[in-house]
């Protein structure tokens, strides 16, 4: 078992930055990789960002690649999501997830189904 918790999440002025964290515990010995979600009301959950654990690969959507910065401190297991240059469109429930399984394509960590262990999630607000 893996319990992912995060931080971090707030009310932000469009342009504004926060920074998010996630924290695992447990067996975190067997994560392979961890990302970010995210799902505005309304909608479907989105992939926002994920890293590998060990080599360091970053995976961006399209939508925040250039404002948002995913990294980990493997000592802490901790994951960190930097997001600059916020917009209203970035208000969500932000999500963190770590996967147990060997990573076999970048293209498996943009899919939630990806994923093992998902946190409660982050309120982040964007106000215009």
């Known amino acids: 078992q893996v319990q992912l918790v995060e931080s971090g999440g707030g009310l932000v002025e469009a342009g504004g930055s926060l920074r998010l964290s996630c924290a695992a515990s447990?067996?975190?010995?067997?994560?392979?990789?961890m990302g970010w979600f995210r799902q505005a009301p309304g909608k479907e959950r989105e992939f926002v960002a994920a890293i590998s654990w060990t080599a360091g690969s970053t995976y961006y959507s399209d939508s925040v690649k250039g404002r948002f910065t995913i990294s980990r401190d493997n000592a802490k297991n901790t994951v960190y999501l930097q997001m600059n240059s916020l917009e209203p469109d970035d208000t969500a429930v932000f999500y963190c997830?770590?996967?147990?399984?060997?990573?076999?394509?970048?293209?498996?960590?943009?899919?939630?189904?990806?994923?093992?262990?998902w946190g409660q999630g982050t309120q982040v607000t964007v106000s215009s």
């Open positions: 997830a770590a996967r147990l399984t060997p990573v076999i394509s970048g293209s498996t960590l943009r899919s939630e189904y990806g994923y093992n262990y």
């Open positions: 447990g067996r975190t010995f067997n994560t392979y990789a």
